[in-house]
């Protein structure tokens, strides 16, 4: 079955330090791989994707995240967390050409930024 | 270019009641997608549509729930007697083209519905 895994329900980091939120996904090809953001009451941001090429992919506010084959990998990383970084964050994958078939998301990963 | 429009972004119901959720894509999106997002959960797909044709909607409730997406206007998201259950936060995504590289979607900022 397809699914994403996020293990981390909730994690305070302090403002300043490193990030690292995991994503474990099964699926049957290789898919398209995605992290959101969402501010409480807002909709979803698009943070960054991977479709192909270079496993470690940039995206907006300074994250990034590494695509790890292996391990069925995409874990999101920042080198240093600011408070605004405070948010839900949602990993997602996708289909690799088929069409019509939907985004599927892990539960999600809370963030709490401590000063 | 506006992003995906949903309104209202609140909804207030009452049990039995109707509730019609909105949805304009952004222009030249012709893929529609409605989840649902239920406290501490991530978002469930529900159904994915095209200008006047319902492509997929595998995870939609198959009573008092439908979908469409008119050849003019907003992708409409209706709910028949509505019950607590039902309340969530509902978002709709558009996508340029439903497969391939560039197909990401983008969020509309949701419909809160509460049914009291």
């Known amino acids: 079955a397809q699914s994403v895994t996020q293990p981390d329900i909730h994690i305070t980091v302090s403002e300043g330090a490193s990030l690292e939120l995991r994503c474990n996904y099964s699926y049957g090809a290789t898919p398209y791989l995605f992290w959101y953001v969402q501010s409480p009451g807002q909709g979803l941001q698009l943070l960054l994707k991977y479709f192909s090429g270079d496993t470690l992919v940039q995206g907006i506010k300074g994250f990034e995240a590494e695509f790890k084959r292996s391990q069925s990998s995409f874990n999101l990383r920042k080198p240093s967390v600011h408070w605004s970084d405070a948010a839900e964050y949602f990993c997602a994958v996708g289909p690799p050409v088929q069409a019509g078939t939907a985004l599927i998301f892990g539960k999600g990963t809370t963030l709490s930024v401590s000063s | 270019n506006a992003g995906v429009m949903q309104n209202p972004r609140h909804l207030v119901r009452r049990r039995g009641q109707e509730a019609r959720l909105r949805c304009s894509p952004m222009k030249g999106h012709s893929h529609v997608y409605w989840y649902r997002q239920l406290p501490e959960e991530g978002l469930k797909f529900m159904v994915y549509l095209q200008k006047e044709n319902i492509i997929d909607e595998s995870g939609m409730p198959k009573e008092r729930f439908s979908a469409e997406f008119p050849k003019e206007g907003p992708s409409i998201l209706r709910i028949q007697q509505v019950v607590r259950g039902d309340s969530a936060a509902y978002f709709c995504?558009?996508?340029?083209?439903?497969?391939?590289?560039?197909?990401?979607?983008?969020f509309g900022q949701g419909t809160r519905l509460t049914v009291v």
């Open positions: 995504a558009s996508s340029p083209r439903s497969g391939g590289e560039g197909t990401e979607a983008f």
